[in-house]
């Protein structure tokens, strides 16, 4: 069965740090790439970061210097390590395994930034 888990969010003060994992398994088609999304009340998804199979990071403007991505311990993982949070980073983030055959996506963690 295919499945992308996320797991690591949670309620955090504004200046703090979450980090946010995902693991993609199950799929038998290649993975070329995975990354966040994210979704605030009222406003439409957003792509967050992505990391290629190859190494290649790509990050929205509004993280650039305070979101890092990264390869997990594990193949087909990813880590997003998330600093000087703001409020305006509260959001459901989504991880998504993108393949030829279509993107697999998870079904969402809460980040919530107090101010």
């Known amino acids: 069965q295919v499945q992308v888990v996320e797991s690591g969010g949670g309620l955090v003060q504004a200046g703090g740090s979450l980090r946010l994992s995902c693991a993609a398994s199950?799929?038998?088609?290649?993975?070329?790439?995975m990354g966040w999304y994210r979704q605030a009340p009222g406003k439409q998804r957003e792509l967050v970061a992505t990391?290629?199979?190859?190494?290649?990071?790509n990050y929205a403007d509004s993280v650039k210097g305070r979101f890092t991505i990264s390869r997990g311990n594990r193949e087909n993982t990813i880590d997003l390590q998330m600093n000087s949070l703001k409020p305006e980073d509260t959001a459901v983030y989504y991880c998504?395994?993108?393949?030829?055959?279509?993107?697999?996506w998870g079904q969402g963690t809460q980040v919530t930034v107090s101010s």
């Open positions: 199950g799929s038998i088609f290649r993975i070329n790439a």
């Open positions: 998504i395994a993108l393949r030829a055959v279509g993107t697999m």
């Open positions: 990391f290629s199979s190859s190494g290649t990071t």
